[in-house]
């Protein structure tokens, strides 16, 4: 019989700071308060900041690459885990490493929010709309390779923090259009905030982008037992081909790579694009197959783009 946790022995939950961050601990809290029937107060939300989360390196726009990659957002959480501060960590699937530390195992997801990307700017509409030499903000290296890709004449700067900042600083006119994940947008009740979301077809999205996983400790039965009724399974198995394509390319937040596996039926179909960071070239690829067999549709549309690269492609890795 599994030990519901109390008031006086909380359930605690492992997040990052930002809004976007909270309101993810928060829908997860619900969830399990919904799943379990029990109050607020049987959990508790601890927040842990992480490298990713300086101030000072968000305001100076410091690229990613240059702290770290992508246990930027998870490193400090995990750490408080493996130490049993926290109990469970809430994660936005796209910043997570494809391995996960000794002892810890991530197999629990919400349902999949939107996956795709939100073209926010003031003025303009949509990225072909831009005027000629606009300068656009973003971090993400994928979403600058794409945008080089089918607009080299823009301006590309980095673009550093959560969602409130990069729309300051849009209206600071520091750029004149950025990019942000609509999931993130529908969480916090911003959409308003976009002209809209950029159909796949247009800027495929990150590995898992719109995805919350949630983290615990291999031998903790508890949270297992308390995390196994909020699982959903279509994300997982989608997740499972988009995460076996990012792991056999090495993937991590200074490649540009994109990934995206939708359910259709009882057929999986994964597209996959990797390109020069520059945005010079850019390869993509398809594949259909059963659900069950996601991770290795994963990998092998994987090893076909990789087989398609010509030498310096990879000049990151």
Not at 38 to 51: G, S, W, Y
Not at 93 to 120: H, I, N, S, W
Not at 288 to 293: A, K, L, R, S, V
Request: proline share 5%; with cysteine.
């Amino acid at each position: 019989m599994t030990q519901m946790p109390d008031a006086k022995s909380p359930l605690k939950i492992g997040t990052r700071g930002s809004p976007l961050a909270l309101a993810q601990a928060y829908e997860t809290r619900n969830r399990l308060m919904a799943a379990h029937g029990l109050p607020e107060d049987a959990f508790e939300v601890v927040v842990i900041k992480t490298t990713g989360d300086d101030r000072a390196m968000i305001a100076a726009d410091k690229p990613l690459k240059e702290i770290g990659n992508k246990g930027l957002f998870t490193k400090e959480i995990e750490e408080a885990m493996v130490d049993g501060r926290i109990d469970i960590a809430v994660h936005s699937m796209k910043d997570m490493p494809t391995e996960q530390p000794e002892g810890l195992v991530l197999d629990c997801y919400l349902p999949r929010e939107d996956v795709r990307d939100a073209f926010v700017s003031l003025e303009y509409d949509s990225i072909m709309a831009l005027p000629e030499g606009a300068t656009v903000g973003t971090s993400s290296l994928r979403r600058r390779a794409q945008l080089a890709h089918v607009r080299p004449d823009l301006k590309l700067v980095e673009f550093r923090g959560n969602v409130q900042t990069r729309l300051k600083k849009l209206a600071d006119g520091v750029a004149a259009a950025s990019f942000l994940a609509y999931a993130g947008l529908r969480r916090l009740g911003m959409e308003d905030s976009a002209r809209g979301p950029i159909a796949p077809e247009e800027m495929l999205p990150a590995v898992a982008q719109g995805a919350i996983g949630i983290e615990r400790r291999m031998a903790d039965a508890r949270a297992e037992a308390l995390l196994a009724p909020i699982h959903d399974l279509v994300t997982e198995q989608r997740l499972l081909a988009e995460r076996a394509f990012l792991a056999t390319l090495d993937g991590s937040c200074e490649t540009p790579i994109a990934g995206l596996a939708l359910i259709e039926g009882d057929r999986l179909w994964l597209r996959g694009q990797i390109l020069r960071p520059d945005g010079s070239e850019a390869l993509a690829g398809e594949r259909w197959g059963n659900i069950d067999e996601g991770a290795a549709m994963g990998e092998h549309l994987a090893r076909d783009l990789l087989s398609q690269a010509g030498e310096g492609f990879f000049d990151w890795r």
